[in-house]
């Protein structure tokens, strides 16, 4: 019995446990699994390589370099703030509280889980928003 108690053990902590990304409704919409970013379906839409944000051939659409947010011309589309994501201008275009994702009218729009605050403004405001 110890023997396979052991087992299971090593296999549960060999896998790797995808972040989620979840509409208003708790549907899944999305997934982040180390770098790559899946839709609900798990086929490849981009990649977060180091502060690059890429599309799913590889070529980069982005930058998060800290709490600036930037497009592939290295031009500033947005800023990370602690828990507010404002576009170019500064202005408040949502927020990530916890796990839960709003709009700037505090409207739930998605919930995050085991995903980071710049993955998931990636993912509901800037570069795979089409996706929510």
């Known amino acids: 019995m110890k023997h ?22 708790h549907q899944t919409v999305g997934y982040i699994d180390g770098g790559d ?11 977060f390589a180091g502060n690059d944000v890429e599309n799913a051939n590889h070529q980069t659409i982005g930058y998060i370099d800290g709490g600036d947010v930037e497009n592939a011309n290295h031009q500033t589309i ?3 703030d602690g828990n507010d994501i404002e576009n170019a201008n500064h202005q ?3 927020y990530i509280d916890g796990n839960d994702v709003e709009n700037a009218n505090h409207q739930t729009i998605g919930y995050v889980s085991g995903v980071s605050h710049k993955q998931a403004a990636a ?7 089409k996706y929510r």
């Open 4 to 25: 396979w108690i052991v087992v299971a053990s090593l296999l549960v902590s060999s896998i790797a446990f995808a972040g989620e990304l979840e509409n208003a409704n």
């Open 92 to 94: 408040t275009i949502g």
């Open 78 to 80: 947005g800023y990370i």
């Open 123 to 129: 993912f509901f405001f800037f570069f795979f928003k």
């Open 37 to 47: 970013v899946e839709n609900a379906n798990h086929q490849t839409i981009g990649y």
